[in-house]
């Protein structure tokens, strides 16, 4: 049975992803493991990286596990196992996040992690709450959301993709922000698909599907 591991390495709500996720693959038969060892990660056949809190210390933490950042290059970078981040998990991808401080990213997706900066005061940082969602290009993974459909967002900073080309979806908080990244097997949301409900479960089953 093909596995799908969440990386646990001390960031993210677990739970309701893990449960998003195994509603997902329900009819998929693919298998939700919620891991962090190295060789579980490595051999994974598709990885997660969910992300809450400041890229500096979701780094730390992630460095943190011994063999966890090669295990998952093994896989992603190596093998091509098709790969999401979720919320800083995506932020992760970037090259360079600058908060707290230049904090270097994983560097999968060329660009700067940095805050959000709303053109009106009255719109509130950290930026919580459902927003639409435009789609640039056709991709497998929104292939099932409307254009405007909504998703849950909450943060603060968001990952400036250098590449265009690389951007699947946009949004906006008073200044247009990439919402979702995707390049060749990895992809990225700024969103929470596992509390975005029908759109979210549609946009996890998609992933579940893609391959890159």
Not at 57 to 64: E, R, V, Y
Not at 100 to 104: A, D, L
């Given at each position: 049975m093909p596995k799908v591991v969440l990386i646990d390495y001390g960031s993210g709500n677990l739970r309701s992803a893990e449960k998003a996720l195994a509603r997902a693959a329900a009819d998929k038969g693919q298998e939700v493991i919620v891991s962090a060892d190295p060789e579980i990660v490595a051999a994974a056949d598709r990885l997660v990286l969910p992300g809450v809190g400041a890229f500096a210390?979701?780094?730390?933490?992630?460095?943190?596990k011994d063999g966890l950042v090669p295990a998952m290059t093994e896989a992603v970078q190596k093998r091509g196992v098709p790969f999401m981040g979720i919320c800083v998990g995506m932020q992760l991808l970037g090259d360079r996040g600058l908060e707290?401080?230049?904090?270097?990213g994983l560097g999968w997706i060329a660009g700067d992690v940095r805050k959000i900066e709303p053109k009106s005061h009255a719109l509130k940082v950290p930026h919580m709450g459902w927003n639409a969602l435009s789609l640039p290009q056709p991709h497998p993974i929104t292939r099932s959301l409307p254009d405007g459909?909504?998703?849950y967002f909450t943060h603060s900073f968001v990952l400036d993709a250098k590449d265009e080309a690389d951007v699947i979806a946009f949004s906006d908080h008073g200044d247009r922000f990439v919402a979702a990244v995707a390049r060749d097997n990895v992809a990225g949301m700024q969103f929470h698909p596992e509390k975005s409900q029908a759109n979210g479960i549609r946009l996890l089953g998609d992933f579940l599907e893609w391959r890159p």
């Open positions: 210390a979701c780094m730390g933490l992630l460095h943190g707290f401080g230049v904090t270097p459909g909504h998703m």
